[in-house]
Structure formats: C-alpha cells, structure tokens
C-alpha cells in the first residue's frame, strides 16, 4: 500500500489534539461492509451499507476497490456512464485507472493520486485500466468516495481536479507513529489541495503497530473512521476495528484512533481514512448514478441521459447502471 509518504517521518509537521479539547467522539456504531461487484466485475467492499444516511451526510456512497491482484487479462474498469448532482472521488492506492469524461476532463492516477470529479449538471465518464496493465496484470486497490452537491450546486458545469500524490498535505503525530495524508479539507493546521463545495475533510493515516493518534476534529463536522487494512481500535474506549469495518463518530472535538500491537502477516500497518464534513440537511432522492432533490430531478436526469443529452458518447442500457435505488 505505498500511496504516499516520506523516509522520515519525524520531519513533517505535528498534529494531535490540546489538553483542552477533552470531548473525544466515541463510536456510535461499527459495521462490516459486504463484498460486491461494481463496472465490468471488479471487487468492491461497500462501505456505507446499512449505516443510517443522515448519519453519513454529506456524504453517499464509498466503494473499496480491492486489494486484489490480477492475474494477466484480468484487470477491469468501467464502461462509459452518467452521473449528476454530486462529485466522485477516486482514490489510487496501488496500480492504474484511467479516466475520460465527455467534458474535457481526463487523466491517469496511481500511488496516492486522486481524481475529483464534480459531475454537476452532468456528463459521462468511463474508468479503465490502461491496456498494459491488462497485459500483464498487477495490483489494483483504492477508494471511490460520493459527495452530495447542495441543491444550490446541482447545476453547476462539470470540473475535473487531478490531485497529484506528491500534493496531498503531510503530518506525523508527535511521537511519529502515525503518517496523516491530507487530501482535503484541514487538520490542526495542515491543509490539502482538494477544492470541495461542500465543507469537508479527507484524511489517509497510516498507524505502526501499536501506535495512537489524538487529532483535532471540526465540531460541525460529522466523522467516520474506515479501515482499509489492518486492525486497532477507535475511540477513548478503544472499541475494535478492523479491515473492512467502518465506524460512525458521535459528537466532539477529536478523533482518536489506535493500531493493535500485532498486524497480520501481509499488513504491516493499520491503514484508516477518516472522513467528515458539515451536513448539507436537504432531501436526497437518489437513483443509480444521479444524486437529485426529488425524483422528478431523478426522472428527468434519466430522460437527458437517454437524450443524449449529457454528452455524445454512445450510452449504456440503463438496467446496466449500477442498480436502482429512489429514495427521498
């Protein structure tokens, strides 16, 4: 899992909480995300799943994809598909994913790169592998994560943000047992490059065994904790957590996170994100790929998509699209 990082850890900025921010959030519930098949049949953990929506705003959806290494010919991606009214980010932790999208927006990211895009009005966009990696197969594992768009940004025109590894803002805690990437939003200071419209924070931490962080939180802001490898416990009562298990925060001005002693064989870390931004409290109405206010928003993004009106590449069944799911 290299993402990104540096040989000494000791040199990056500091974070951790004041002696005077005592309120820790302690979990309110820990849930084991199922195993599905997302695109043309790659792996996925469902990280969301069964978690009470109003708990995740303003967040919708997180799919891990992976980590599983393919053999050659295996390698999979997406066929060209709509989305509207709200923003997908695409975290690379290892292999290669290449994206089009029928707005100009374009590139390849890999090793802790990261494409944000914000569908907005709407367009189509496909994510492949690129052909060599289908040639010779190879490691393949990340995060797509949805942000909802406030009503008042639903209609905004698409924009591509290609956020390179090497820009995510770095930290260490004190004693330097654990890595902070900070992709977007800010912890104790330290700032990512990623440009969101709703207010937010997205961080990859990497805990050596036996490590803990304390990190100061926004109090406004909602916060997840999601185990993509490894094992520790989250919360003043270092309640268990493990790979594929995401943790939902209750109230309070930090998050506290802490890696078991022992690791399993092929983890030599704990690896987490931690996630949270400030509620966006309006109706969701939200079908396979559109993230709307009401279904007659849903309803009609579907009508464009069969129009051709979200862009000019050749479209897909729409029994092809994810799944269907209304809801308001």
Request: proline letters at 9%; aromatic letters at 6%; glycine letters at 14%.
């Amino acid at each position: 899992m290299p993402a990104v990082s540096v040989t000494d850890w000791t040199v990056l900025p500091r974070v951790g909480a004041l002696p005077t921010q005592r309120e820790d959030r302690a979990p309110i519930s820990v849930t084991t995300a199922p195993v599905g098949y997302e695109g043309e049949g790659f792996p996925v953990h469902r990280a969301f799943a069964g978690v009470d929506p109003a708990r995740l705003d303003p967040f919708i959806h997180m799919d891990q994809m992976g980590e599983v290494d393919y053999a050659p010919g295996e390698p999979k991606g997406t066929p060209w598909h709509p989305h509207r009214g709200f923003e997908t980010v695409t975290y690379m932790i290892d292999g290669v994913m290449d994206h089009q999208d029928t707005h100009g927006g374009g590139g390849s990211i890999s090793d802790g790169d990261t494409q944000w895009m914000t569908a907005g009005s709407g367009l189509l966009h496909i994510e492949t592998p690129p052909e060599w990696l289908v040639t010779s197969g190879g490691l393949f594992h990340g995060l797509q994560l949805w942000v909802n768009l406030p009503r008042a940004d639903k209609w905004l025109p698409p924009h591509y943000q290609d956020i390179r590894g090497g820009d995510v803002g770095l930290a260490s805690t004190a004693d330097a047992g654990a890595l902070l990437r900070v992709i977007a939003g800010e912890v104790d200071g330290v700032k990512g490059p990623g440009s969101t419209h709703t207010p937010m924070a997205m961080v990859h931490a990497t805990l050596l065994p036996g490590a803990e962080m304390t990190v100061p939180w926004r109090t406004d802001f909602n916060a997840l904790v999601y185990v993509m490898a490894g094992s520790g416990h989250v919360g003043g009562e270092r309640r268990p957590i493990r790979a594929g298990q995401l943790a939902v925060l209750d109230h309070g001005e930090t998050i506290t996170v802490g890696a078991d002693q022992q690791q399993d064989g092929r983890t030599p870390a704990l690896e987490v994100v931690l996630l949270g931004g400030l509620p966006i409290r309006e109706p969701i109405a939200w079908a396979g790929p559109f993230v709307m206010n009401t279904k007659a928003e849903v309803v009609q993004a579907f009508e464009d998509f069969r129009k051709g009106r979200l862009g000019t590449i050749p479209t897909v069944p729409h029994a092809d699209l994810h799944g269907e799911m209304l809801q308001d």
